[in-house]
């Protein structure tokens, strides 16, 4: 089947869509790890559009886990912020679509991401930010690696964003049994000791993730674990 530009796309279509990208550097796992909380944040969570862009009370989406972007240009063309033809040039050295996000480049993107342990620090800082404009509208949603969480810079952000009641802040974090060091009680516990509101969910699971992503949490940011398979497996 041809994918063009004129078709309206479904979560089915996006393992054709990431098939258009070849070469090295494709960090595979790492791109479909994120490909289903991806697909429910664009299609039913986040207020971003291709015509949003530039709209102070959109929502802001920052990639933190920018290292396999492949599932975020497949959704991000899926959703008609770039074109599918540019996907079969991903990485090459004319390709706005770069093996890390380059958010001068890629329309949507809101962040140059890749190195590990940035996201979370630049989303509390985007969220206090938006508070300090009186913006109550927009929310800031950072997707994040567990293995990021071996970064001292997320524990900072962690333990500051609890107490200043950043309601307005999403975490995802990706959790694919990659991080070195084990924290007791899990990853959530991590945040529930620094004020945070948590829930762990099947990662794949569109419904658990939706619900997840969509539950009240007064005074407090909000982190969600999508658990899936281990990297390895």
């Known amino acids: 089947m041809k994918i063009t ?6 979560y089915t279509d996006l393992p054709r869509l990431m098939g258009l990208m070849t070469g090295d550097e494709k960090h595979g796992p790492a791109a479909t790890s994120t490909m289903d909380a991806l697909w429910v944040l664009y299609g039913r969570v986040l207020r971003v559009g291709p015509g949003r862009m530039g709209d102070p009370g959109r929502d802001r989406f920052l990639l933190s886990k920018g290292h396999g972007p492949m599932a975020y240009y497949a959704v991000l063309a899926a959703k008609g ?4 033809e540019w996907l079969p040039g991903f990485g090459l050295y004319d390709s706005p679509l770069g093996h890390h996000p380059d958010r001068v480049l890629v329309p949507g993107a809101e962040i140059g991401s890749g190195s590990l342990g940035h996201g979370l620090p630049i989303a509390v800082g ?34 500051y964003a609890g107490p200043a009641g950043l309601e307005h802040l999403h975490t995802v974090v990706i959790d694919n049994s990659s991080a070195s060091h084990a924290r007791p009680g899990g990853i959530a516990a991590r945040f529930e000791a620094a004020g945070w509101s948590a829930a762990t969910v099947d990662g794949r699971d569109h419904e658990a993730l939706y619900d997840a992503f969509t539950a009240p949490h007064p005074g407090r940011p909000r982190v969600v674990v999508a658990q899936v398979e281990p990297k390895s497996a």
């Open 81 to 84: 912020f770039v074109p599918v």
């Open 5 to 10: 530009a004129q078709q309206s796309y479904a």
């Open 126 to 159: 985007t969220a206090l930010g938006l508070r300090a404009q009186g913006l109550d509208e927009p929310h800031v949603w950072v997707l994040i690696g567990d293995a990021e969480l071996d970064e001292g810079s997320n524990h900072e952000a962690i333990a």
